[in-house]
Nanobody, 121 residues
Framework: QVQLVESGGGLVQAGGSLRLSCAAS????????MGWFRQAPGKEREFVAA???????YYADSVKGRFTISRDNVKNTVYLQMNSLKPEDTAVYYC???????????????WGQGTQVTVSS
């Protein structure tokens, strides 16, 4: 099983950009589907984006066209490039992993500790 460590969160003004990174341990990273969830204060955790081992991607409607998920199987890292950020994107962002692509969009097995993203208006 992989272990996940997120980085890259911070404070940004509306309209700005951030890139989150998620470093995964283990030699089987390339066989995992990866993804991102987020949880805003007082709200339930929600799916953001997913990427399969073969680089197929899927996005929540709320971020489609603004966020891009990618992976580097040599560096064992998955990225979330976030552009045109809005105050409603403010949340703790969690990196997730699962062997099954469909589970990454639903109930993934493995979660990182999260990184805070704050978008000011």
């Amino acid at each position: 099983q992989v272990q996940l460590v997120e980085s890259g969160g911070g404070l940004v003004q509306a309209g700005g950009s951030l890139r989150l990174s998620c470093a995964a341990s283990g030699r089987t990273f390339s066989t995992y589907a990866m993804g991102w969830f987020r949880q805003a204060p007082g709200k339930e955790r929600e799916f953001v984006a997913a990427i399969s081992w073969s680089h197929g991607t899927y996005y929540a409607d709320s971020v489609k066209g603004r966020f891009t998920i990618s992976r580097d199987n040599v560096k064992n890292t998955v990225y979330l490039q976030m552009n045109s950020l809005k105050p409603e994107d403010t949340a703790v962002y969690y990196c997730v992993a699962d062997k099954v692509y469909s589970k990454v969009r639903g109930i993934p097995d493995t979660w990182g500790q999260g990184t805070q993203v704050t978008v000011s208006s």
